[in-house]
T-cell receptor
Framework: DTGVSQDPRHKITKRGQNVTFRCDPISEHNRLYWYRQTLGQGPEFLTYFQNEAQLEKSRLLSDRFSAERPKGSFSTLEIQRTEQGDSAMYLC????????????FGSGTQLSVL | DAKTTQPPSMDCAEGRAANLPCNHSTISGNEYVYWYRQIHSQGPQYIIHGLKNNETNEMASLIITEDRKSSTLILPHATLRDTAVYYCIAITQGAQKLVFGQGTRLTINP
């Protein structure tokens, strides 16, 4: 068990650019989550996959955001035409079907939009 | 899922027990109480969860009142590494997503 891995750890981009983040969950976990966290706030749910199916998307996830989990393994989160308000920590988590609500989180990708 | 209320911040001396309260007065019978913590610059970490009975693991103890309207997370011998934001979440099993509040910022003082 190597834990949930996220890449990159930090990303600085200019407004209007596209960015993509990657998450590698714990290998036997079939559930994968994306959360966003801004300074001083708790993590906010963005979207959830069970295997390769995206089962829920938050209204926070505007049309500029898209997440994929091809083949039910790693996942990517893409933000198009970034805005300064997108600056945040993007967290990925995974869990197993039998694990209840015990989620394992990665260390996150810190995005700064200049 | 039921709303939870936690104090925004607490302090505790190193080596003492840290008792973190959580109010969940509208919790329903099938909702569990989960606790996570988040150390600076890391993702949240699962600590413990329970339904009715008190629970203990290697990290902490969870005391749930008989009416289930509140609970207390106990770190028996707090260390400086326990300084973190602690989140209490009431959730139905299979709800498919955790909803985090702002938690309690616990500071362990030497």
């Amino acid at each position: 068990d190597t834990g949930v891995s996220q890449d990159p750890r930090h990303k600085i981009t200019k407004r209007g650019q596209n960015v993509t983040f990657r998450c590698d969950p714990i290998s036997e976990h079939n559930r994968l989550y994306w959360y966003r966290q801004t300074l001083g706030q708790g993590p906010e749910f963005l979207t959830y996959f069970q295997n390769e199916a995206q089962l829920e998307k938050s209204r926070l996830l505007s049309d500029r955001f898209s997440a994929e989990r091809p083949k039910g393994s790693f996942s990517t989160l893409e933000i198009q035409r970034t805005e300064q308000g997108d600056s945040a920590m993007y967290l990925c988590a995974s869990s197993s079907w039998t694990g209840g609500e015990k989620l394992f989180f990665g260390s996150g990708t810190q995005l700064s939009v200049l | 899922d039921a709303k939870t209320t936690q104090p925004p911040s607490m302090d505790c001396a190193e080596g003492r027990a840290a008792n973190l309260p959580c109010n969940h007065s509208t919790i329903s019978g099938n909702e569990y109480v989960y606790w996570y913590r988040q150390i600076h610059s890391q993702g949240p970490q699962y600590i413990i969860h329970g339904l009715k009975n008190n629970e203990t693991n290697e990290m902490a103890s969870l005391i749930i009142t008989e009416d289930r309207k509140s609970s207390t997370l106990i770190l028996p011998h707090a260390t400086l590494r326990d300084t973190a934001v602690y989140y209490c979440i009431a959730i139905t099993q299979g709800a498919q997503k955790l909803v985090f509040g702002q938690g309690t910022r616990l500071t362990i003082n030497p």
